[in-house]
């Protein structure tokens, strides 16, 4: 059920290859052999072809990748948090929610250094009533004390945007 982007075998960084197509795992058949199906089109002028790399952030050999939610996570754009989707769409390409922080600073698991990824929302603006100011700066520090420690832990901190980014590549 893991889900790769395929890139051309000639490149060699990562951050600068352009995604061809994407395949999902359907089968294991051995050690080091897996049967997959094209879950998005390569164009016709890049098709797959043998010798091309395949690559996923969210699988590790031998080990399910764990990542942690911080605060509200809005990626519809509506104002309200889309923690719940964001969720669904990292169990579908292959990795879990180890992790979970609210914007309140409630924990759900606990942060250490077997997660890859912390992901964190955007930080609200400081402004508004006096109540909403005071809510918001505290929220604030609380994902600044998140990002502090999970600096600390050796996590790698993504923002939404780039999460998003990845997962439009394999959807």
């Known amino acids: 059920g893991v ?3 395929v890139i051309d075998g000639d490149e060699t ?3 600068d290859a352009d995604v061809k197509a994407s395949i999902q795992v359907t089968q294991l058949q051995g050690p080091h052999v897996a049967e997959a199906r094209v879950v998005a089109r390569p164009g016709i002028r890049n098709p797959i072809i043998p010798g091309d790399k395949i690559f996923s952030p969210f699988w590790a050999p031998g ?3 764990k990542i942690a939610l911080a605060g509200d996570i809005d990626i519809d754009g509506d104002n309200r948090p889309d923690n719940e989707a964001i969720k ?3 169990r579908a390409a292959g990795a879990i929610v180890a992790a979970e922080i609210a914007s309140s600073g409630a924990i759900t698991g606990k942060l250490d250094p077997s997660i890859r990824f912390l992901v964190v929302g955007e930080d609200p603006e400081i402004e508004g009533d006096d109540v909403d100011a005071e809510r918001n700066a505290q929220v604030v ?3 600044g004390s998140v990002r502090a420690r999970a600096g ?3 996590l790698t901190i993504i923002p939404i ?3 998003q980014a990845y997962l439009k ?3």
Do not use: P, S
Request: net charge positive; charged share 20%; glycine share 12%.
């Open 152 to 154: 600390e832990l050796g």
């Open 88 to 90: 669904g769409q990292i």
């Open 169 to 171: 590549t394999i959807d």
């Open 161 to 163: 945007w780039k999460l």
């Open 141 to 143: 520090q609380t994902m």
């Open 13 to 15: 960084r990562l951050q």
């Open 3 to 5: 889900t790769f982007g």
């Open 63 to 65: 080990r399910v990748v």
